[in-house]
């Protein structure tokens, strides 16, 4: 586990503030805890996926950094401001899958009105052809397809050059294509130092695009790294072997094991080092069948994010 | 860990908050184009008023009978005055029931957009409407030659319609926070439609049953629909009409600030 990682980073660039700093944030709703101490530390200029199951404290965990809502305990700092502070300075950005927008302005009366509420933008013009909808921006919002929608979204919020751009499942209904020019456009964005932060369930997306992992799952921070580290971690492999008459007590000192579980004559090793376990047990022990298979990051990200029983009982109310 | 390989120091240097809170005129001038956009909201809050006015002010055999220091008509032309400036402030205000269930609230609250600028936003569109369906009674008013009175009570009466007007400004904030629903402008009109005649917008109080009476001068047009009438009529102030406007601006604010905090808390 990489999550005190974070905390414990240098800084070196002259004492510029983190992107994003999380401090033993915790988020409580009645007695359900949304979020649990939380600590996390955003660099300027990477990109970073928030990934987790529904529940999991994602939305929560984004509301706080957005200052859409309070931290029951712990310090939150954009850019070493508070978030408010941050947002009335143009700093953060953030789309937000749906709603948002008012079906009776035109697009370009959309970008008017957003950008007549910051002190400097760039002018309506090169946002409209900026984000390709200069022929669409005397058409009602409400008339646009969804995909018009959002693209005007990504113009308004790309008006006040953010520093930090907040995306809730940005790539929800685009197509491959789509998608990868949006990822295109954003990792140029990431290069000239702006930090993306996108909470997904694409795993493949966090996958391919996130310099930055971080896995969350009741409100806990259970991984935290790069999609490689996120995966080494939790997804091993697994060597499964035919071998009568063992048992767990007795393989537990396989090399490389992480947990061992025996079925009536098949055992199962999980594995972080499956070459060792399988030459261990091919060698040393009258092992036959033997079976190795290597997990995907969507086994990493179950693995990592199963339900134990007796959290998810407490965590069933939480959003 | 992070594949970044230098650490990119933002400058944050030319970063400023915007003055006001963000209040500007770009948003006012789109708030009033969003409302006169709404065909519904024109013909309801301007043209109802000056169809009533030319109906019952100017067609009507006691229209130039005097009354107090003008006439009939002149009496009519500022009750139906103060019933557009009220529809289009109430709807001005009810506006936000809209704009929260559309999420275009929330999108607001990540701007540099402060909640009190975006409160006076709404204020100054109610302001700038509630003018135009004053405006329209009255220049129907002139142009028909009917409604008599002293150059200063057109102006006197008119002013204090208008200004007057914004209590339901704060009545239409307080419903807009209240009711989440599309169809809040529809509900508006019938509620506005009572209270006019409660508050004898329509027809004289003094007409009404004792009873009905009674109530009626506990009804927030009541007060406001007699103080406007005062310089015209000459008769004095009743305290009471004083404290009926007073007492419903304090509840309708009260209310309207409540909702609004509940909106815009950071929970």
């Keep these: 586990m990489t999550v005190t990682d974070a905390k414990t980073g240098n800084w070196p660039a002259g ?4 992107a994003v700093e999380l401090t033993g944030i915790s988020k409580n709703f009645g007695h359900v805890q949304a979020v649990r101490n939380v600590d996390l530390r955003l660099r300027s200029g990477e990109i970073v996926a928030i990934l987790g199951p529904n529940g999991a404290g994602k939305t929560s965990t984004i509301d706080i950094i957005l200052g859409l809502s309070q931290p029951s305990s712990g310090r939150v700092s954009v850019l070493g401001m508070q978030p408010r502070q941050a947002i009335s300075r143009g700093l953060i950005s953030a789309v937000m899958q749906t709603g948002g927008l008012l079906r009776d302005l035109t697009v370009r ?40 929608q959002q693209r005007l979204r990504f113009a308004l919020a790309l008006l006040s050059d953010p520093e930090l751009l907040v995306l809730d499942e940005p790539t929800t209904g685009m197509d491959v294509e789509g998608r990868r020019n ?27 695009y996130a310099d930055r992992i971080v896995l969350l799952r009741h409100g806990r921070i259970v991984a935290d790294g790069t999609a490689s580290e996120i995966k080494a971690m939790a997804a091993g492999r697994t060597v499964r072997a035919t071998l009568p008459g063992a048992s767990e007590a007795m393989l537990s000192g396989i090399p490389g094991a992480d947990t061992v579980e025996v079925r009536g004559d098949t055992v199962l090793v999980h594995s972080t080092d499956s070459d060792a376990t399988a030459r261990y047990l091919l060698t040393s022990t009258s092992a036959k069948d033997l079976e190795i298979t290597a997990r995907g990051i969507e086994d990493a990200f179950i693995a990592l994010t ?10 069933k109310g939480a959003i | 860990m992070s594949t970044v390989p230098t650490v990119i120091s933002p400058d944050l240097s030319g970063r400023r908050a915007p003055a006001l809170g963000g209040f500007n005129l770009t948003a006012l001038k789109l708030e009033i184009r969003r409302l006169t956009r709404n065909r519904r909201t024109i013909i309801i809050a301007i043209v109802v008023p000056v169809v009533f006015f030319l109906l019952f002010g100017t067609g009507q055999a006691y229209d130039t009978q005097s009354a107090g220091h003008g006439n009939v008509s002149a009496f009519v032309m500022i009750s139906l005055a103060l019933y557009g400036a009220v529809l289009a402030t109430t709807f001005s205000g009810a506006m936000v029931s809209i704009e929260r269930s559309q999420g275009w609230s929330r999108q607001l ?26 405006a329209a009674v009255y220049i129907a008013g002139i142009v028909t030659h009917k409604a008599s009175m002293s150059v200063g009570l057109w102006i006197g009466t008119g002013f204090s319609v208008w200004i007057g007007s914004l209590l339901f400004a704060a009545f239409g904030l307080f419903i807009g926070y209240l009711l989440p629903a599309e169809n809040v402008m529809q509900l508006m009109g019938l509620i506005l439609g009572l209270l006019s005649f409660a508050g004898g917008l329509f027809i004289p109080v003094s007409q009404y049953a004792p009873t009905v009476q009674d109530i009626a001068k506990w009804t927030p047009l009541y007060g406001l629909n007699q103080l406007v009438h005062t310089p015209m009529l000459g008769n004095g102030v009743d305290w009471t009409w004083v404290v009926n406007v007073l007492a419903w601006l304090i509840i309708f604010v009260a209310g309207a600030a409540w909702r609004f905090r509940l909106d815009t808390a950071r929970v």
């Design chain 1, 306 to 315: 199963g339900d134990d029983a007796d959290v998810s009982a407490a965590n």
């Design chain 1, 182 to 208: 949006f990822w295109a456009a954003i990792r140029k964005d990431a290069e000239q130092g702006r930090t993306v932060l996108f909470a997904t369930h694409y795993l493949e997306e966090a996958d391919a």
């Design chain 2, 109 to 134: 609250r990540l701007t540099p957009l402060s909640p009190v600028a975006y409160i006076a936003i709404k204020i100054a569109t109610a302001l700038v409407l509630g003018f135009c369906s004053v």
């Design chain 1, 109 to 148: 009366e959309t970008v008017e009105y957003t950008a007549s509420l910051f002190a400097r933008t760039q002018t309506v013009k090169e946002v409209l052809s900026g984000a390709g909808i200069t022929e669409i921006a005397d058409r009602r919002v409400g008339k646009c397809s969804g995909g018009e």
């Design chain 1, 15 to 18: 004492g510029a503030p983190p």
